[in-house]
């Protein structure tokens, strides 16, 4: 779906809600509450229903992301193509540049999309790469010509990728040729990582690829597992450079639309690219699985409540 696409199939918000109603439905209505057929259209308001056997009245909106929304569908959909369409990501700013809605609207929205992304089910198998990633600026002065070579600036930069460091872990798991998943863990544990294996991961159907860092040691109990040196090529065509790969257009694109970004939201973010990534060879089915998708209530992350400290700034 594209622009042109969407405002001509969508440029109403009563088009809009006939496509939600179908797409939800299909053509018995049922209560959003109790899931009654029992339910009758109300003469109110076009759109809404009223239901015989709890009393109350709904509209198709009731239970999903665009539920008391102010703005309207047909702009909502618009967001969405924008949002959807931007492989590397689109700042709300950039949204309303080219929409004409309001910057903080554009904001809400684009949050919201990002909640209705989230993947109800991971289940990763096969050749499987994982890894961790740092997200933050380094408080360390920069390196430069003067720096002595017993400078403890030397010293940070010796801790390979930040691991030691105060900037935030992302750890991912990477089908090879297939999906992704990443996750924000404070403690890279060996408990925390294997929690996050077995969460996401068909263990008796895969081999997990990983380097030698000592908290994936203990993977072998779980999973066929192979460790390889960072920055080795290959052990027998085996290597972590998807995932090295998939960091970099996580990081890449952060920098280039959101420029920075606080711990608070880097989640809804994270959630944004693994979506993208994992859709990348079907684009065109997306905007109809994604709208399908917000149309259902769990609404983990609408309610999400950050914790830890929300005023620390990620840079990619
Ligand atoms: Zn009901």
């Known amino acids: 779906m594209n622009l042109k696409q969407v405002q001509k199939k969508f440029g109403t918000h009563e088009k809009c809600v006939s496509y939600l109603e ?5 053509k018995t209505v049922r209560c959003a509450y109790c899931e009654s057929t029992r339910v009758i259209k109300a003469k109110s308001e076009k759109g809404r229903y009223k239901c015989y056997d709890c009393n109350k009245s709904f509209s198709v909106l009731v239970g999903t992301i665009f539920q008391d929304s102010k703005l309207k569908l047909n702009d909502w959909f618009l967001i969405t193509v924008l949002v959807l369409n931007a492989k590397m990501g689109i700042s709300s700013k950039a949204i309303s540049r080219q929409t004409g809605i309001p ?8 949050m919201k999309i990002r909640c209705a992304m989230i993947d109800k089910k991971t289940e990763l198998h096969g050749v499987l790469q994982m890894d961790e990633s740092y997200f933050g ?33 992302v ?4 089908e090879t040729g297939g999906s992704v998943k990443t996750k924000i863990i404070d403690k890279l544990t060996t408990r925390n990582l294997m929690a996050m294996l077995k969460k996401y991961v068909k263990t008796d159907e895969s ?22 040196k960072h920055k080795e090529k290959t052990k027998g065509g085996l290597n972590t450079n998807t995932i090295e790969g998939y960091w970099s257009i996580i990081k890449n694109g952060i920098k280039g639309n959101y420029r920075a970004l606080s711990k ?19 684009t065109q089915a997306m905007f109809e699985e994604f709208i399908a ?14 914790i830890g400290d929300t005023k620390e700034v990620i840079y990619g």
């Open 22 to 26: 179908k797409l939800r439905w299909g």
């Open 103 to 110: 910057l903080k609207t554009c904001w809400l929205t684009s």
């Open 137 to 169: 600026s380094s408080p360390e002065k920069k390196i430069t010509k003067n720096t002595p070579l017993n400078s403890p600036v030397l010293s940070t930069v010796y801790e390979k990728r930040g691991r030691g460091t105060k900037k935030t872990a």
């Open 171 to 174: 750890v991912g798991i990477v």
């Open 207 to 228: 081999v997990l690829v990983t380097d030698g860092f000592r908290s994936y040691a203990k993977m072998d109990e779980a999973i066929e597992h192979i460790t390889v």
């Open 264 to 282: 608070k939201y880097l989640p809804f973010y994270l959630v944004e690219y693994d979506y993208k990534y994992n859709r990348r060879n079907k």
């Open 293 to 306: 998708n917000a149309l259902t209530d769990e609404s983990c992350m609408l309610n999400y409540k950050p």
